[in-house]
């Protein structure tokens, strides 16, 4: 696999994207909120749902059902014949004034599906958790989270922006190939820490002469670094020098951010 691979490309949006729908676990007290009813025969918990959606249908979903025509400006969601096959199976609820519900049953729920605002990750720097601590390091829960619902075994996982690696190195652990990029050789430097160690602390990336050295070892590494990873560096003739200055610039930058926290 080749890392730090820098070339060119176009962006468009494709028709093919992966999307795969993350859930979050229920807890008693919230299965038991939305699942509020028990099914004598079986034990099981379910809710009651309607068997009608808006909009108008001339076809089987429109006609009547049980004498009975979906309410004005709706249609059944299933035709009559198969919702004759889920009443047959105990899966309609039938209130006392004799108005259909569709029993939706707990022990099918895949969980709470995950919305857009996202509360259970915290920044990577404020929770105990292990980090090998990048500056800009991110939840690792998180990217688990996002590679997971867009992407499949074998797919290919771009990271332009790399830094501590955190992203390949789950993407690695899912079972994804990966590209990553970076300009900076500290963040280099910490990304094939990443691969080759895990999440073991690096050193103190602010004020350790010694972190220093240990990258100065590591940038001279041409080697398969644990099982299955092969990493060597892509010498690109083409790309624009980065002078010295810029770099150090650049850890500066680093450096201040750190100290922010
Ligand atoms: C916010 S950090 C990345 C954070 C990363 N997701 C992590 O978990 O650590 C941004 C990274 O982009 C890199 N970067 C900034 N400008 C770049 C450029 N023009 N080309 C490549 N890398 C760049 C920086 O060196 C830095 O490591």
């Known amino acids: 696999m080749e890392m730090f691979r820098i070339t060119s490309c176009s962006t468009r949006k494709s028709e093919k994207y992966v999307w795969n729908q993350a859930f979050e676990a229920w807890t008693d007290a919230t299965a038991k909120k939305e699942y509020q009813y028990i099914e004598e025969e079986t034990g099981r918990r379910y809710k009651k749902v309607p068997i009608h959606a808006p909009g108008t249908r001339n ?6 059902w049980r004498g009975m025509l979906p309410p004005p400006g709706k249609h059944w969601q299933y035709t009559p014949e198969t919702l004759d096959e889920m009443d047959a199976r105990g899966e309609i609820y039938w209130s006392p004034t004799g108005n ?8 099918n729920s895949k969980g709470i599906p995950v919305q857009d605002i996202w509360l259970d990750f915290k920044d990577a720097h404020n929770q105990n958790i ?3 601590g990048y500056p800009t390091e991110k939840n690792s829960e998180m990217l688990r989270r996002i590679i997971l619902a867009s992407s499949n075994k074998d797919d290919l996982v ?27 050789p500290l963040a280099i430097e910490t990304t094939i820490h990443r691969l080759a160690r895990g999440t073991e602390a690096m050193g103190d990336f602010v004020k350790s002469d010694e972190t220093q050295m240990t990258q100065k070892f590591l940038l001279d ?11 060597y560096f892509e010498t690109a003739p083409d790309l624009q020098h980065i002078p010295e200055d810029f770099i150090s610039e650049w850890q500066s930058k680093l450096i201040f951010q750190a100290n922010l926290w």
């Open 59 to 64: 076809g089987a979903t429109g006609q009547p």
């Open 100 to 107: 259909p519900r569709r029993k939706v049953y707990f022990d």
């Open 130 to 132: 292990k980090i090998t």
């Open 158 to 184: 771009l990271d332009a922006f790399s830094g501590s690696g955190t992203t390949i190195s789950i993407a690695e652990e899912l079972g994804r190939q990966w590209i990553a990029i970076d300009n900076s």
């Open 221 to 231: 590494t041409d080697r398969v670094l644990r099982s299955g990873i092969d990493v």
